[in-house]
T-cell receptor, first 110, second 112 residues
């Protein structure tokens, strides 16, 4: 079983739709990251969370430490949001090691 | 200020060869971590270095090695390349290795 599970694996949305990507983890963590990976592989760090909620433009990330769950929301989605979104947790038990989800591939159709 | 820089961006090698990948962290960052991302999967942790010392190692064979230099740049070396080593190799830097990671764009290695 993977330490980090994401859902859904693939997501297609119409432009303007509200999108939610979920992440569940099974290890103790000191932080959770949401990453965006575009074709070609470059990764951009969107959020780092250890509690609560963060907002940046149309992106919102939340984390529930007790339930070991995080969500990434995209409001008013746009075709340029099309990318793979990866949840990564930094373990508090194994010396800062990161565990990554397999990613959610998002396609936003105009 | 430059971000995390990786070189080369793309590389093709033959089975059995050796490869060296390079990473320059953000100025002031003292920790570098390496990850392997096979197509269709999430990245897997390979190594973490902080202040030129290895701080963590993932579940990779001894063919994989790394080092960090006094200027905090890092090299990842892979010996006796296998087809399965074909992947995107990502480098991330942070100030202390505890938070604030920034990822590079990666080196795409193809082993033929």
């Amino acid at each position: 079983k993977n330490e980090v599970e994401q859902s859904p694996q693939n997501l297609t949305a119409q432009e303007g739709e509200f999108i939610t990507i979920n992440c569940s983890y099974s290890v103790g963590i000191s932080a959770l990251h949401w990453l965006q990976q575009h074709p070609g592989g470059g990764i951009v760090s969107l959020f780092m969370l250890s509690s609560g909620k963060k907002k940046h433009g149309r992106l919102i990330a939340t984390i529930n430490i007790q339930e070991k769950h995080s969500s990434l929301h995209i409001t008013a989605s746009h075709p340029r949001d099309s990318a793979v979104y990866i949840c990564a947790v930094r373990s508090s038990n194994t010396g800062n090691q990161f565990y990554f989800g397999t990613g959610t591939s998002l396609t936003v159709i105009p | 200020d430059a971000g995390v820089t990786q070189s080369p961006t793309h590389l093709i090698k033959t089975r059995g060869q050796h490869v060296t990948l390079r990473c320059s962290p953000i100025s002031g960052h003292k920790s570098v971590s390496w990850y392997q991302q096979v197509l269709g999967q999430g990245p897997q942790f390979i190594f973490q270095y902080y202040e030129k010392e290895e701080r963590g190692r993932g579940n990779f064979p001894d063919r994989f090695s790394a080092r960090q230099f006094p200027n905090y740049s890092s090299e990842l070396n892979v010996n006796a390349l296998l087809l399965g080593d074909s992947a995107l190799y990502l480098c991330a830097s942070s100030l202390t290795g505890s938070y604030g990671y920034t990822f590079g764009s990666g080196t795409r290695l193809t082993v033929v």
